[in-house]
């Protein structure tokens, strides 16, 4: 008879490295359920069964050893003792200021905007929703960024590696609407507001448009807004993954409606502005 075998889920936490002496980081080994932590179940990356009932189940000793990193996991409590209720940080300061209190109050919530001395918190939180990193970043009053990104773990004096999410990553399950990724979260928020027929969510990056995070959003309908001059940087990821991506940004740099460097809500904040005027 035909064994049928089940597997536990969240494999890459359950176990973090294969029998076959790799990193499961990428979640290839699956253990069998019933033996979470054990080197027992099957490698999609050496394709090789280690089943309990068989000699194919080595002992650890016999494993290359290697250094599993402790990742950074951001203490939920530190969410909730700095949850920006008050719309202090200088950054939620701007938003009211441009898009009015209830918008802000709806993109706090929504993004569970934090601040911290005055700096606001971007919280990167997992589709499991699980707390990955808080980046602490200093803008004034009209929305300009002062000095260079904090990170939430340093501050705590934490000794543990960054294993990053998309910023509003947490936002994907919740709803139906196409994913839009940007490079800043500062963008994400702003975005959300001004077009919200989208889930705004950040790389944090011109470089965080990683393939480990795209395979978590390959199943969805996905746009990207690179910043302007980016699109090329882009565009062989849009393609690995099937994504459409956007050129609006570069036509509006080469209108010299924007400049090389800014995004898709320095657009629209400019055409506040202009109307304003």
């Not at 936002?171 to 702003?190: N, R, Y």
């Not at 924007?258 to 904040?269: K, P, Q, T, V």
Request: hydrophobic fraction near 30%; charged fraction near 30%.
């Amino acid at each position: 008879m035909k064994t049928i075998r089940k597997f536990e889920t969240k494999r890459q936490k359950l176990n973090p490295t294969c029998p076959c002496g790799k990193s499961n980081k990428d979640g290839k080994f699956s253990p069998e359920k019933g033996f979470a932590g054990m080197n027992v179940g099957h490698c999609h990356s050496c394709s090789k069964d280690f089943w309990n009932e068989t000699q194919s189940v080595n002992e650890p000793n016999m494993f290359k050893k290697i250094e599993v990193p402790v990742f950074c996991t951001p203490d939920e409590q530190d969410l909730i003792d700095h949850f920006d209720s008050n719309l202090g940080s200088g950054f939620t300061k701007f938003l009211t200021e441009k898009f009015g209190e209830d918008n802000t109050i709806e993109a706090i919530r929504s993004y569970y905007l934090g601040v911290f001395e005055g700096d606001v918190i971007f919280w990167q939180m997992d589709r499991d929703k699980y707390l990955r990193a808080g980046k602490v970043m200093r803008y004034d009053r009209d929305g300009k960024r002062k000095g260079v990104p904090r990170w939430w773990h340093k501050i705590k004096d934490d000794n543990c590696q960054l294993n990053q999410y998309f910023f509003g990553g947490h936002l994907i399950d919740d709803s139906d609407k196409p994913i839009a990724v940007v490079e800043g979260e500062k963008t994400a928020v702003i975005m959300s507001i001004v077009n919200p027929s989208f889930i705004w969510i950040a790389t944090g990056g011109v470089g965080g448009l990683q393939d480990n995070k795209c395979n978590t959003i390959s199943e969805f309908e996905v746009v990207l807004f690179p910043d302007a001059g980016c699109f090329d940087k882009w565009k062989e990821t849009a393609d690995k993954f099937s994504f459409e991506i956007s050129r609006e940004c570069e036509i509006w740099m080469a209108n010299g409606q924007i400049r090389d460097g800014d995004d898709i809500a320095d657009y629209f904040l400019k055409i506040g502005r202009d109307c304003e005027r």
